[in-house]
């Protein structure tokens, strides 16, 4: 059986063999550890090894870890100093159901999946009322598969621009997923458009210089991530599951 530690230095050993093959620079990638299925033990030993952006996709499980990891991470730094371990930020990556957004956006510093037009409207205006103004992205189901969230392909342009509007919203990128499917060609063709479409929106005059991170890659499939020019991998069971990898 692996350690986490092991584990992470492998993912992070390949992150960087990927960025290298591309011609990337692993400065570009951010590594958002998704905690749903960690132990909150677990959770910690992540943050004291550096893992410092974590992703959930449920209100719940993030209400019950995030103030016990706050509180670890501050007496740590209080009894050890604060060079010996970052305060993590979390990252919103699940479907956000519109009744637990005022819940969520005091937790979060990024929420991925913002993906109709009524959820941007909600968490504006809760931001709005506490004065916040966190920064979104906007998910696209890039796979047209039928029972996944995400914004239609074609409606992802228009969509964000009703997001650059929002005065409370940063939109400062796009999120997709790929299919669960072992058949690479799939999932490249779901990057590839996932990358064309956020360079369209990119390229928009109502979208500033904010809008840079392309949130795409999960366990199965973040190395072709990386070759579409992901600056956000969202890595869970790699890390946390005590299964030997494929
Ligand atoms: C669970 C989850 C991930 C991580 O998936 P793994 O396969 O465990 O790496 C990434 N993104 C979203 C939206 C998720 O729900």
Known sequence: MSSLSERLN???????????????????????????TATLDEIKEAVGL?????????????????EEVERYVLDKRTEEGEGVIGRPSWHMIGHL???????????????????????????NSACSKLDLRPEVLIQVN??????KYGAPVGAAV?????FCSMPNLRLTGMMTMAPLTKDKKV??????????????????????????????????????AIEHGATMLRIGSAIFSKLPAE
């Open 158 to 162: 228009h969509l964000a621009e009703q």
């Open 10 to 36: 492998i993912v992070r050993g390949r992150i960087a063999e990927a960025c290298s093959r591309s011609g990337r620079c692993v400065d570009e990638i951010t590594l958002v550890v998704v905690t749903k």
């Open 142 to 147: 890039c796979s047209q598969e039928p029972q």
């Open 187 to 224: 999932v490249h063709d779901c990057f590839s458009r996932a990358r064309e479409i956020f360079e369209e929106i990119g390229s928009k005059s109502f979208c500033g210089s904010e809008f840079r991170h392309l949130s795409m890659g999960m366990s199965q499939d973040y190395e072709i």
């Open 50 to 66: 550096g893992c410092l952006d974590l992703g959930e996709n449920r209100v719940q499980h993030l209400k019950s870890v995030h």
């Open 97 to 123: 159901q519109r009744n637990k957004v005022k819940s969520a956006i005091k937790l979060v510093s990024m929420i991925h999946s913002v993906d109709t037009l009524r959820l941007g409207e909600e968490i």
